[in-house]
């Protein structure tokens, strides 16, 4: 079993940063993709970035590409997303998620509650 808490979500004007946080709990961490994952209103949840167990290989969609960065501390079962130019569009409840022994996360076993990030224009 893995539980999955998200922080450091808020609120950001355009061209703001902000860092994304995902505890993990649970020994299987350290085998686990691990991504983050984002819904708007009215929009259906969209990937946003992926990240190997072993952190050599990374993923990103098209929108966040050069903007976003994820990456992760085993040893603190920790998964970060760090966001830099923000733009209103980014603006979404973001989920990180875990699928356990995968390279990537595409059908994740386990999903935190969400964060709120607001970019204001």
């Known amino acids: 079993q893995v539980q999955l808490v998200e922080s450091g979500g808020g609120l950001v004007q355009a061209g703001g940063s902000l860092r994304l946080s995902c505890a993990a709990s649970g020994r299987t961490f350290s085998s686990a993709a691990m991504g983050w994952f984002r819904q708007a209103p009215g929009k259906e949840r969209e990937f946003v970035a992926a990240?190997?167990?072993?952190?050599?290989?990374?993923y990103y969609a098209d929108p966040v590409k050069g903007r976003f960065t994820i990456s992760r501390d085993n040893a603190k079962n920790t998964v970060y997303l760090q966001m830099n130019s923000l733009k209103p569009e980014d603006t979404a409840v973001y989920y990180c998620?875990?699928?356990?022994?995968?390279?990537?996360?595409?059908?994740?076993?386990?999903w935190g509650q969400g964060t709120q990030v607001t970019v204001s224009s």
């Open positions: 998620a875990a699928q356990l022994l995968a390279t990537r996360v595409v059908v994740p076993d386990y």
């Open positions: 990240i190997s167990w072993g952190g050599g290989s990374t």
